[in-house]
């Protein structure tokens, strides 16, 4: 079973910056294209940002374009999403799963995404 392992949530001041990975140590992080999602309380699972196999491929929310970064280092099975000047509306669990529609290419639809990690915590508060 594929097995995804969030890290790097924390509690951050609006304006502050965290990094957030998403490892594995069960597959070839290269044969797939990753996913971060988000959820807030009350609210449905958003797509954040998502990276090609070969990270050629990038793509990202609107509401984080210019802010959030994500990257893959498959050497070291990882996929980082790098967020910066953070907003109290960033706040909420962060999840990377598996795109399993293509490697070359991704989406932010959840529907296409599987093995879903834990998640981790972002909270942005004054």
């Known amino acids: 079973q594929l097995q995804l392992v969030e890290s790097g949530g924390g509690l951050v001041q609006p304006g502050g910056s965290l990094r957030l990975s998403c490892a594995t140590s069960r597959f070839t992080l290269e044969s797939y294209a990753i996913g971060w999602f988000r959820q807030a309380p009350g609210k449905e699972r958003e797509g954040v940002s998502c990276?090609?196999?070969?990270?050629?491929?990038?793509l990202y929310a609107t509401s984080v374009k210019g802010r959030f970064t994500i990257s893959r280092d498959n050497a070291k099975k990882i996929v980082y999403l790098q967020m910066n000047n953070l907003k109290p509306e960033d706040t909420g669990g962060y999840y990377c799963?598996?795109?399993?529609?293509?490697?070359?290419?991704?989406?932010?639809?959840?529907?296409?995404?599987?093995?879903w990690g834990q998640g981790t915590q972002v909270t942005v508060s004054s």
């Open positions: 990276i090609s196999g070969n990270g050629g491929h990038t």
């Open positions: 799963a598996t795109f399993w529609a293509a490697v070359s290419a991704c989406n932010l639809q959840s529907r296409n995404y599987a093995n």
